[in-house]
Protein backbone atom coordinates (compact mmCIF):
# COMPACT_ATOMS: atom_id res chain seq x y z
CA UNK A 1 0.00 0.00 0.00
CA UNK A 2 1.21 3.51 -0.94
CA UNK A 3 1.67 5.91 1.85
CA UNK A 4 -1.05 9.06 1.49
CA UNK A 5 0.38 11.96 -0.15
CA UNK A 6 0.83 15.06 2.37
CA UNK A 7 -1.58 17.20 0.92
CA UNK A 8 -4.07 14.29 1.44
CA UNK A 9 -4.00 14.48 5.35
CA UNK A 10 -4.36 18.27 4.84
CA UNK A 11 -7.83 17.25 3.46
CA UNK A 12 -8.58 14.45 6.17
CA UNK A 13 -8.00 16.61 8.92
CA UNK A 14 -9.85 19.59 7.72
CA UNK A 15 -12.91 17.16 7.80
CA UNK A 16 -12.69 15.37 10.81
CA UNK A 17 -12.22 18.87 12.82
CA UNK A 18 -15.45 20.25 10.26
CA UNK A 19 -17.29 16.71 11.74
CA UNK A 20 -16.07 17.39 15.51
CA UNK A 21 -17.53 21.36 14.91
CA UNK A 22 -21.04 20.04 14.10
CA UNK A 23 -20.87 17.25 16.81
CA UNK A 24 -19.60 19.58 19.49
CA UNK A 25 -19.74 22.65 18.53
CA UNK A 26 -21.91 25.41 20.40
CA UNK A 27 -25.25 25.53 17.73
CA UNK A 28 -25.34 28.72 15.55
CA UNK A 29 -26.68 31.45 17.92
CA UNK A 30 -29.94 33.33 16.67
CA UNK A 31 -29.64 36.57 15.70
CA UNK A 32 -30.69 39.20 18.59
CA UNK A 33 -33.77 40.90 18.71
CA UNK A 34 -32.63 43.29 21.83
CA UNK A 35 -32.76 47.11 20.53
CA UNK A 36 -35.47 46.60 17.56
CA UNK A 37 -38.54 48.00 18.00
CA UNK A 38 -41.94 45.86 17.35
CA UNK A 39 -44.90 48.14 16.09
CA UNK A 40 -47.84 47.25 16.67
CA UNK A 41 -51.43 48.44 14.88
CA UNK A 42 -54.53 46.86 16.40
CA UNK A 43 -57.81 47.90 17.74
CA UNK A 44 -57.89 49.94 21.00
CA UNK A 45 -56.97 47.91 24.15
CA UNK A 46 -57.32 45.07 22.43
CA UNK A 47 -54.17 43.17 24.18
CA UNK A 48 -53.51 41.61 27.45
CA UNK A 49 -52.33 42.94 30.67
CA UNK A 50 -49.56 41.81 30.25
CA UNK A 51 -48.95 41.36 26.75
CA UNK A 52 -46.58 43.71 25.59
CA UNK A 53 -44.51 43.48 28.83
CA UNK A 54 -43.22 40.10 29.26
CA UNK A 55 -42.21 40.08 25.29
CA UNK A 56 -40.15 42.99 26.06
CA UNK A 57 -38.89 41.55 29.20
CA UNK A 58 -37.66 38.66 27.04
CA UNK A 59 -36.42 39.86 24.08
CA UNK A 60 -35.36 43.28 24.87
CA UNK A 61 -37.40 44.83 22.11
CA UNK A 62 -39.23 48.33 22.24
CA UNK A 63 -42.54 47.76 21.67
CA UNK A 64 -45.19 50.79 19.74
CA UNK A 65 -48.40 50.48 19.87
CA UNK A 66 -50.93 52.38 17.26
CA UNK A 67 -54.47 51.64 16.89
CA UNK A 68 -56.95 52.27 14.39
CA UNK A 69 -61.37 52.19 14.72
CA UNK A 70 -62.70 49.78 12.22
CA UNK A 71 -60.93 46.90 9.55
CA UNK A 72 -61.80 49.26 7.04
CA UNK A 73 -59.28 51.37 8.04
CA UNK A 74 -57.09 49.20 8.87
CA UNK A 75 -56.86 47.63 5.28
CA UNK A 76 -57.01 51.43 3.79
CA UNK A 77 -53.87 51.61 5.64
CA UNK A 78 -52.31 48.73 4.39
CA UNK A 79 -53.33 49.67 0.94
CA UNK A 80 -51.12 52.92 1.01
CA UNK A 81 -48.30 51.39 2.06
CA UNK A 82 -48.32 52.18 5.77
CA UNK A 83 -45.48 50.02 7.83
CA UNK A 84 -46.37 48.11 10.71
CA UNK A 85 -45.08 44.74 12.15
CA UNK A 86 -48.15 43.04 13.34
CA UNK A 87 -51.79 43.74 12.74
CA UNK A 88 -54.57 41.73 14.00
CA UNK A 89 -57.40 41.79 11.10
CA UNK A 90 -60.87 40.08 11.43
CA UNK A 91 -61.46 37.13 9.27
CA UNK A 92 -62.62 39.15 5.78
CA UNK A 93 -60.44 41.66 6.42
CA UNK A 94 -57.90 38.65 6.24
CA UNK A 95 -59.06 37.10 3.48
CA UNK A 96 -59.18 40.45 1.63
CA UNK A 97 -55.33 41.43 2.46
CA UNK A 98 -54.26 38.09 1.53
CA UNK A 99 -55.93 37.89 -1.83
CA UNK A 100 -54.37 41.52 -2.25
CA UNK A 101 -50.58 39.92 -1.57
CA UNK A 102 -50.23 42.42 1.55
CA UNK A 103 -49.25 40.10 4.45
CA UNK A 104 -46.26 37.85 4.59
CA UNK A 105 -46.55 34.04 4.54
CA UNK A 106 -45.83 32.64 7.50
CA UNK A 107 -42.74 31.40 8.63
CA UNK A 108 -43.35 28.43 10.86
CA UNK A 109 -40.19 27.70 12.05
CA UNK A 110 -40.38 30.83 13.66
CA UNK A 111 -43.78 30.06 14.87
CA UNK A 112 -43.91 26.90 17.02
CA UNK A 113 -46.32 27.53 19.11
CA UNK A 114 -48.88 26.72 16.50
CA UNK A 115 -49.00 23.54 17.78
CA UNK A 116 -51.21 25.40 20.02
CA UNK A 117 -54.13 26.02 17.90
CA UNK A 118 -56.64 23.75 18.28
CA UNK A 119 -57.42 21.38 15.16
CA UNK A 120 -60.75 23.44 14.27
CA UNK A 121 -59.11 26.78 14.01
CA UNK A 122 -55.81 25.09 11.83
CA UNK A 123 -58.08 25.05 8.38
CA UNK A 124 -60.36 28.40 8.26
CA UNK A 125 -61.80 29.13 4.66
CA UNK A 126 -59.95 32.75 4.90
CA UNK A 127 -56.67 31.11 5.21
CA UNK A 128 -56.32 27.60 4.92
CA UNK A 129 -53.77 25.80 6.52
CA UNK A 130 -52.54 29.05 8.59
CA UNK A 131 -50.42 30.20 5.79
CA UNK A 132 -49.99 33.93 6.49
CA UNK A 133 -51.78 34.28 10.14
CA UNK A 134 -52.69 33.00 13.61
CA UNK A 135 -55.29 32.94 15.13
CA UNK A 136 -55.89 35.63 18.06
CA UNK A 137 -59.40 35.87 19.73
CA UNK A 138 -62.56 35.16 18.75
CA UNK A 139 -66.03 36.60 19.90
CA UNK A 140 -69.85 36.61 19.30
CA UNK A 141 -72.38 39.51 18.18
CA UNK A 142 -76.21 39.02 20.14
CA UNK A 143 -77.67 40.74 22.64
CA UNK A 144 -76.31 43.01 25.84
CA UNK A 145 -79.16 42.88 28.28
CA UNK A 146 -79.44 44.85 31.58
CA UNK A 147 -82.18 42.94 33.22
CA UNK A 148 -82.67 41.96 37.36
CA UNK A 149 -81.59 37.93 37.52
CA UNK A 150 -84.90 36.92 39.05
CA UNK A 151 -87.04 37.22 35.45
CA UNK A 152 -86.30 34.12 33.80
CA UNK A 153 -88.23 33.99 30.68
CA UNK A 154 -89.15 37.58 30.41
CA UNK A 155 -85.95 38.41 28.30
CA UNK A 156 -85.47 39.20 24.66
CA UNK A 157 -83.70 36.40 23.15
CA UNK A 158 -84.83 37.49 19.17
CA UNK A 159 -83.38 39.99 17.65
CA UNK A 160 -87.00 41.37 16.69
CA UNK A 161 -86.56 43.35 20.02
CA UNK A 162 -83.71 45.30 18.84
CA UNK A 163 -84.26 46.05 15.51
CA UNK A 164 -88.70 46.74 16.04
CA UNK A 165 -89.27 50.44 14.92
CA UNK A 166 -90.65 50.88 18.17
CA UNK A 167 -89.59 50.19 21.73
CA UNK A 168 -87.23 51.10 24.04
CA UNK A 169 -84.05 52.99 23.41
CA UNK A 170 -81.11 50.69 22.53
CA UNK A 171 -77.37 50.70 21.45
CA UNK A 172 -76.10 49.53 18.53
CA UNK A 173 -72.66 48.70 17.59
CA UNK A 174 -70.45 51.02 15.36
CA UNK A 175 -69.50 48.37 13.16
CA UNK A 176 -70.76 48.27 9.84
CA UNK A 177 -70.16 44.28 9.21
CA UNK A 178 -71.58 43.27 12.30
CA UNK A 179 -73.99 45.59 12.78
CA UNK A 180 -75.21 45.04 9.01
CA UNK A 181 -74.71 41.51 9.41
CA UNK A 182 -76.93 40.72 11.90
CA UNK A 183 -79.94 42.88 10.24
CA UNK A 184 -79.06 40.87 7.58
CA UNK A 185 -79.35 37.56 9.77
CA UNK A 186 -82.50 38.73 11.00
CA UNK A 187 -83.96 38.80 7.58
CA UNK A 188 -82.97 35.62 6.67
CA UNK A 189 -80.32 36.33 4.35
CA UNK A 190 -76.75 36.06 4.48
CA UNK A 191 -74.29 38.42 6.54
CA UNK A 192 -72.13 38.08 3.59
CA UNK A 193 -74.19 38.71 0.94
CA UNK A 194 -73.58 40.96 -2.12
CA UNK A 195 -76.63 41.08 -3.40
CA UNK A 196 -77.35 45.11 -4.25
CA UNK A 197 -81.25 44.00 -3.33
CA UNK A 198 -80.17 42.28 0.46
CA UNK A 199 -78.38 45.52 1.70
CA UNK A 200 -81.46 47.48 0.78
CA UNK A 201 -83.58 45.67 3.14
CA UNK A 202 -81.39 45.56 5.42
CA UNK A 203 -80.55 49.35 5.19
CA UNK A 204 -84.39 50.34 5.40
CA UNK A 205 -84.67 47.84 8.46
CA UNK A 206 -82.33 49.93 10.53
CA UNK A 207 -83.37 53.31 9.17
CA UNK A 208 -86.88 52.15 10.81
CA UNK A 209 -85.10 51.72 14.15
CA UNK A 210 -82.61 54.65 14.27
CA UNK A 211 -85.22 56.75 16.42
CA UNK A 212 -84.77 54.43 19.25
CA UNK A 213 -80.83 54.29 18.67
CA UNK A 214 -79.25 56.35 21.61
CA UNK A 215 -75.65 56.23 19.74
CA UNK A 216 -73.76 53.74 18.26
CA UNK A 217 -70.73 52.04 20.13
CA UNK A 218 -67.31 50.58 20.17
CA UNK A 219 -68.12 48.98 23.06
CA UNK A 220 -71.26 48.11 24.69
CA UNK A 221 -70.53 46.93 27.76
CA UNK A 222 -69.81 50.69 29.75
CA UNK A 223 -72.77 51.73 28.76
CA UNK A 224 -75.11 49.27 29.34
CA UNK A 225 -73.12 49.18 33.52
CA UNK A 226 -74.01 52.94 33.13
CA UNK A 227 -77.70 52.59 32.63
CA UNK A 228 -77.53 54.20 29.20
CA UNK A 229 -79.61 51.48 27.90
CA UNK A 230 -80.92 48.29 29.05
CA UNK A 231 -80.59 46.83 25.48
CA UNK A 232 -77.74 46.47 22.94
CA UNK A 233 -76.26 45.01 19.91
CA UNK A 234 -72.62 44.03 21.15
CA UNK A 235 -69.46 41.74 21.34
CA UNK A 236 -69.86 38.63 23.62
CA UNK A 237 -66.48 39.18 25.31
CA UNK A 238 -67.54 43.18 26.25
CA UNK A 239 -71.11 42.01 27.64
CA UNK A 240 -68.97 39.20 29.81
CA UNK A 241 -66.05 41.60 31.00
CA UNK A 242 -68.74 43.65 32.92
CA UNK A 243 -71.21 40.76 33.80
CA UNK A 244 -68.09 39.83 35.73
CA UNK A 245 -68.89 42.44 38.81
CA UNK A 246 -72.40 43.48 37.72
CA UNK A 247 -74.86 40.22 37.67
CA UNK A 248 -77.52 42.60 36.04
CA UNK A 249 -75.69 42.83 32.89
CA UNK A 250 -75.72 39.65 30.51
CA UNK A 251 -74.63 38.10 27.52
CA UNK A 252 -77.54 36.68 25.10
CA UNK A 253 -77.72 34.40 21.32
CA UNK A 254 -80.58 35.39 19.62
CA UNK A 255 -82.72 32.29 18.67
CA UNK A 256 -82.02 34.09 14.78
CA UNK A 257 -77.85 32.61 15.27
CA UNK A 258 -74.98 34.51 15.83
CA UNK A 259 -72.30 35.82 13.92
CA UNK A 260 -68.62 34.45 14.58
CA UNK A 261 -66.28 36.83 14.72
CA UNK A 262 -62.33 35.14 14.27
CA UNK A 263 -59.38 37.82 14.87
CA UNK A 264 -56.02 36.76 13.33
CA UNK A 265 -52.18 38.57 13.76
CA UNK A 266 -50.53 38.67 10.27
CA UNK A 267 -47.37 40.12 9.22
CA UNK A 268 -47.61 42.68 6.72
CA UNK A 269 -45.45 42.13 3.51
CA UNK A 270 -44.04 46.04 4.42
CA UNK A 271 -43.33 45.33 7.90
CA UNK A 272 -39.92 46.93 8.74
CA UNK A 273 -39.02 43.78 11.12
CA UNK A 274 -40.28 40.71 10.00
CA UNK A 275 -38.31 38.30 12.41
CA UNK A 276 -39.19 39.94 15.66
CA UNK A 277 -42.77 40.24 14.34
CA UNK A 278 -42.77 36.08 13.85
CA UNK A 279 -41.60 36.11 17.71
CA UNK A 280 -43.84 37.98 18.87
CA UNK A 281 -46.72 36.25 17.34
CA UNK A 282 -45.01 32.88 18.70
CA UNK A 283 -45.25 34.87 21.69
CA UNK A 284 -49.15 35.37 21.65
CA UNK A 285 -49.17 31.45 21.27
CA UNK A 286 -47.65 30.49 24.52
CA UNK A 287 -50.76 29.14 26.88
CA UNK A 288 -49.97 32.05 29.45
CA UNK A 289 -49.81 34.79 27.34
CA UNK A 290 -52.77 33.70 25.85
CA UNK A 291 -54.83 33.11 29.46
CA UNK A 292 -53.51 36.43 30.28
CA UNK A 293 -55.27 37.73 27.34
CA UNK A 294 -58.47 36.18 27.60
CA UNK A 295 -59.14 36.69 31.62
CA UNK A 296 -58.15 40.56 30.55
CA UNK A 297 -60.60 41.01 28.00
CA UNK A 298 -63.24 37.87 28.01
CA UNK A 299 -62.03 37.47 23.91
CA UNK A 300 -60.92 34.27 24.30
CA UNK A 301 -57.52 33.52 22.51
CA UNK A 302 -58.05 30.05 20.41
CA UNK A 303 -55.30 28.50 22.68
CA UNK A 304 -55.47 24.43 23.88
CA UNK A 305 -52.83 24.98 26.26
CA UNK A 306 -54.56 28.44 27.68
CA UNK A 307 -57.88 26.59 28.12
CA UNK A 308 -57.36 25.11 31.42
CA UNK A 309 -55.45 28.44 32.62
CA UNK A 310 -58.61 30.48 32.40
CA UNK A 311 -61.26 32.07 34.47
CA UNK A 312 -65.13 30.86 35.09
CA UNK A 313 -66.49 33.64 32.89
CA UNK A 314 -64.04 32.74 29.87
CA UNK A 315 -64.98 28.88 30.25
CA UNK A 316 -68.70 30.07 30.34
CA UNK A 317 -67.64 31.74 26.83
CA UNK A 318 -66.11 28.68 25.48
CA UNK A 319 -68.81 26.12 26.30
CA UNK A 320 -71.75 29.36 24.59
CA UNK A 321 -69.65 28.98 21.32
CA UNK A 322 -69.67 24.99 21.32
CA UNK A 323 -72.91 25.04 22.38
CA UNK A 324 -74.44 27.53 19.58
CA UNK A 325 -71.43 25.86 17.20
CA UNK A 326 -73.66 22.22 17.72
CA UNK A 327 -76.90 24.06 17.23
CA UNK A 328 -75.76 24.88 13.64
CA UNK A 329 -76.36 28.89 14.75
CA UNK A 330 -73.45 30.48 13.34
CA UNK A 331 -71.86 32.29 10.75
CA UNK A 332 -68.58 33.14 10.17
CA UNK A 333 -68.18 37.23 7.94
CA UNK A 334 -66.89 36.92 4.92
CA UNK A 335 -65.00 39.81 2.52
CA UNK A 336 -67.76 40.84 0.14
CA UNK A 337 -64.88 41.93 -2.29
CA UNK A 338 -66.61 44.44 -5.22
CA UNK A 339 -69.56 44.81 -3.27
CA UNK A 340 -67.50 46.69 -0.30
CA UNK A 341 -68.58 50.21 -1.55
CA UNK A 342 -72.52 48.97 -1.53
CA UNK A 343 -72.08 48.10 2.09
CA UNK A 344 -70.43 51.71 3.19
CA UNK A 345 -73.01 53.69 0.92
CA UNK A 346 -75.29 51.74 3.46
CA UNK A 347 -73.53 52.12 6.53
CA UNK A 348 -73.08 56.23 5.71
CA UNK A 349 -76.52 56.32 4.94
CA UNK A 350 -77.50 54.56 8.32
CA UNK A 351 -75.36 56.39 10.40
CA UNK A 352 -75.90 59.90 9.17
CA UNK A 353 -79.87 58.91 10.02
CA UNK A 354 -78.72 58.75 13.85
CA UNK A 355 -76.53 61.25 13.78
CA UNK A 356 -79.12 64.16 12.06
CA UNK A 357 -81.49 62.59 15.26
CA UNK A 358 -78.69 63.68 18.17
Known sequence: MCAPQPWIWSVLLALVSCTEGRRGGAPPSKPSLAGQTLRLYNFPNYLGRHTVSTFQEHTGARVVVETYAS??????????GARHDVVFPSSYAADRLIRRGLLRPLDRDRVPNLIQVPERFRNPPVDPGLRH?????????????RSPRN????????????????????LMLDDMRATLGMALRYLGLSAST?????L??????????????????????PPLADREAMLALAWSGDVAAVARTDREVRFVVPREGTLLYLDYACVPRTAPSP????????????????????????????NDGARKLLSPQAQWLWGLLEAVRDQGRLEMIRD????QPLY?????????RVEARR
Open 194 to 198: RSADD
Open 275 to 302: QLAFAFLNHLLEPQIAADLTNSLMFPAP
Open 336 to 339: VDEA
Open 133 to 145: CVPYTWALVGLGL
Open 71 to 80: NEELVRALEA
Open 151 to 170: RPGLDPDSLSALFAEHGPPV
Open 344 to 352: EAVWQQVRS
Open 200 to 221: ARARNLLLGQARRVVRYVADAG
